[in-house]
Structure formats: C-alpha cells, structure tokens
C-alpha cells in the first residue's frame, strides 16, 4: 500500500511524451495473436492491465517474447487457440475481459475469466447477451451478470446487433466473435465509440465495412501478420493537459501521442473552457499520431453532454478536475457510464472534489461542478481507480496545503511510472527543493 503526498507547484512548461495507448496495446497483442505469423508490436504500454492481455494470449498457447518492456514479438495462431490450463486472470481489467471473451466464444473448448474484486463487479451482460445469440454459451457465475465468465465457445453464427449502449469493449468483442462465424456480423451502436479494432483489422487486412455507425465483418478470415507501432494515450497525456490548462503561464508540447478523433474529445473541451490548443497529425497508418502544444488560460466552465460522452468517457475525472478549476457552474450530463468503470466515478469524482471544498451536485448520469474557488489540500481515496488517483494528484499541485490520496498502486493498471513523471515534470518548477510529490508507505 502506498500514498502520494502532493504539493502546491508552479506552472509547468515543457516537454514531454506519455506511454503507450491502453486501448490499441490490448487489441495489438490480440490480433497478432490472431495473425497468420510474427508480429513485432513496438511502443505497447507494460502496464497491468495490458500485461493480463498478455498473459490471456499466452495462457491460449501464443508464444509471446517480451524483449524489452514496451516491445513483444507475438508469433500468430492463425486463430486456432489451444484451450488453457487454468483460469484465466484479467485482473482489474475490462478491456482484456470483454474482448477476450469475443475471442473464446468462436473456440472450441471452455475457459473460464476471472477478475478482481472491483472487475468482479463489472456488468457482463452485454456481452453475454450478443455472444450467447451468435451460439456461445456464458455463464456469469457472480450472478447479476457479473464475473467470473465461463465460456463455452464453437460453432459460432453470424449476428446483426444492435448495440443499447455506445460501448467500443461491447463492440469489439462481438466483432471479434464474428471472426469466427460463418458470414457476415455487423454491430450498430447509438454514439460513435473508439474505432480502433476496426482501425486495426483493417491494418491487419482484415476489411471491415463501416456504413454510418454500423461496423460488419465476413467471418473465416485470418488476420495477415503485421509489425504495429502503439502511439502514446492520449488518455494519459489528459492529466498533463488539464495541468497546463488551468494555469495561465503554463505551456506544455507532448509528442508521439495518439490523435484518433474518436478519442481527442478531452481537447475540444479544454478549447472551450478557453485553453489554447494547437494538434498536428505527424503520420497516419493505422491509426493517426502527432503532437499537441497546449498553453494555459483562466478556464471557464462549460456542458459535456450527449454524443461527445463516448469520446472522453475516460478523460471525465481529470476533466472534472478542470471544471473545479473553471470559473462557473460545468454540467457533465448523460454519462451513466462512469457509474460502472473501475469504480463508480460519479461518487468518487464527488467525495474527493466536496473533501477539496468544491460544490458538486451529484446527479444519476452525471454532476455539477461549481469552480473558480481554491481548492484545500485534502486526505483523499483513489477508491482503486488509477484515472481518480491521478486526477487527483493533479488537483493537488492546484490546492492550497498538502494533499494525501491514498492506495495509489492502483495507478499501475495504466500508467506505470505516473509518480516519477509528475516529479520529472514539475522540477524546474517548484517553488523550493521539496518534492511535489512523495510517498507514504505503509
Ligand atoms: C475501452 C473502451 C471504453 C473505455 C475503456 C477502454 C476499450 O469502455 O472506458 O477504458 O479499450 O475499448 P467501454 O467500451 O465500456 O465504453
């Protein structure tokens, strides 16, 4: 167990690049797993949550060499897994969950997947339900639809979903089940969500057909072996942004960072709180990576709503965070989703920005953040949710006094190494030789 204790610090002005995309790193080591060779994927993120898809692959027969930290050499299965040994441990992971059980329900044989205490409360059902109309069988042995998964696969038809929610993990996993159906599957979801699977079957030559929000894909084809470059997330180049943001001096440039519009939501939102932004698209395979410079304002408060919610479903802590930092009242609405992430972010976004003196009106599928006053260092909970403990660890260079947040490990599911970046980052700009951050174990 590990705390964080932060200090108030200056604005920063830098450089900097951010690890590996969590959501292309999952799908790189699956669908090379699914390929018909070697596949060298480059710039993957080592953190935990991708390691557990790693570790699924593996326990699936895939050779699997990890030479150095952010490089594996997976050598493809030509989509004929071997059935595992053992449960297979996703960990606290959803991703590595819900696309792994689109994978096995087109094998033949049964798997079992099992989470952690907070995974184990995730809901299954929609991808249960899809998977179960293709012929699968799954049962959620939680109960409520929740894990552990067991998965008795084969024999798979093909579907024509219709998805109820804007979910990219729902979307990949019966894209995935299609793999393995006779025909041609297609899923349609009410919002655009992230659209990196169909990005990489298509660099995988594997064509999907895209019409309006519908994705489908024929069956019986194997992906063709291919090297992959994972660009940086910009999910966890947010935090830094929203830390330049809110300060007027600040400026800050990252490089090598993903661009895919389905997932740059979080910049529109900082333009209109009134940061200026400035993207440049450096290369474009198969999926787009460049810059972004960012220099800091007074933010004001703005609505995050609607169609834009998918896109920066994520980035809601740290933009959250943003909103306590911004003149006015933000309303973030139609975001029920956060209730069911690694922790209900609702909540927790609530108890730890009331706990920094922010007034925060809680509502079902979202909240009101009323900001522009200071924020009081506080003794804060990550609640396990990597994205709360660094959301909040960026509140806390913005708050007056210290502020503690507990059980940081968490951190590790997605940004191994966030701790010493902060301290990286904010060096030349302390006010004295006191760290900004610090540990306190237990
Ligand atoms: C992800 C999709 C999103 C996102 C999650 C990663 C993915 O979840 O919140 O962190 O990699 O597909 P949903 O698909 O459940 O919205």
């Given at each position: ?5 932060i200090r108030r610090s200056a604005a920063i002005k830098t450089e900097i ?220 180049a947010a935090f830094w942004l929203v830390a330049a943001a809110a300060h007027p001096n600040a400026h800050l440039l990252i ?11 979080v910049l529109?939102v900082l333009v209109?709180m009134g940061a200026h932004v400035r ?13 972004i410079e960012i220099t800091g304002a007074r933010l004001k ?17 740290i933009l959250?965070v943003a909103a306590a930092l911004a003149q ?28 920094m ?14 900001g522009g006053s200071p924020l ?15 959301a909040f660890a960026i509140a806390g260079l913005f708050a007056e006094?210290?502020t ?18 902060l301290?990286?980052v904010m060096k030349d700009h302390r006010p004295?030789?006191?760290?900004v951050i ?5």
């Open positions: 167990m590990s705390d964080w204790k690049t951010v690890p590996g995309d969590k959501s292309i790193s999952h799908r790189a080591v699956m669908l090379a797993a699914m390929s018909n060779g070697t596949c060298v994927i480059r710039g993957f993120l080592p953190s935990e949550d991708c390691m557990c898809s790693v570790g699924a692959m593996r326990a699936l027969g895939v050779e699997i060499e990890n030479p150095e930290p952010t490089t594996l050499i997976v050598h493809g299965k030509r989509g004929q897994f071997e059935a595992p040994t053992a449960d297979i441990d996703c960990g606290n992971s959803g991703t590595t969950m819900r696309l792994v059980a689109g994978i096995l329900a087109g094998q033949p044989f049964r798997s079992r997947l099992v989470g952690d205490a907070s995974l184990s409360k995730r809901p299954m059902r929609r991808i249960v339900e899809p998977l179960t109309q293709m012929g699968a069988k799954l049962t959620t042995e939680g109960g409520d639809g929740r894990p552990p998964l067991l998965i008795e696969g084969g024999n798979l038809r093909p579907l024509q979903y219709v998805s109820p929610v804007a979910s990219a993990q729902v979307k990949s996993a019966v894209l995935l089940a299609g793999m393995f159906a006779s025909g041609k599957t297609s899923v349609a979801e009410p919002t655009q969500s992230r659209d990196h699977t169909e990005r990489m079957l298509e660099y995988f030559l594997v064509r999907p057909q895209i019409q309006d929000r519908t994705v489908s894909i024929y069956g019986g084809q194997i992906p063709e072996s291919q090297d992959f470059m994972v660009p940086g997330d910009i999910s966890s490089k090598n960072v993903g661009l895919n519009e389905t997932r740059t939501g529109g209109r993207e440049v698209v450096e290369v474009d395979q198969a999926e787009p990576l460049g810059s408060a703005t609505r995050i709503a609607g169609k834009e919610i998918p896109n920066v479903i994520d980035e809601l802590p959250a006015g009242t933000t309303v973030i609405a139609d975001a029920k989703e956060l209730r069911v992430k690694e922790t209900d972010r609702i909540a927790a976004i609530a108890t730890n920005l009331r706990a003196g922010v007034q925060v009106v809680e509502t079902e599928d979202g909240m009101e953040i009323t009081h260092g506080a003794h804060l909970e990550s609640f396990g949710d990597h994205r709360i403990a660094m006094g210290e503690v947040i507990s059980n940081t490990e968490c951190v590790a599911t997605s940004y191994p190494g966030f701790d010493r970046q301290e990286l004295s030789q006191t760290p610090s540990h306190v174990p237990h």
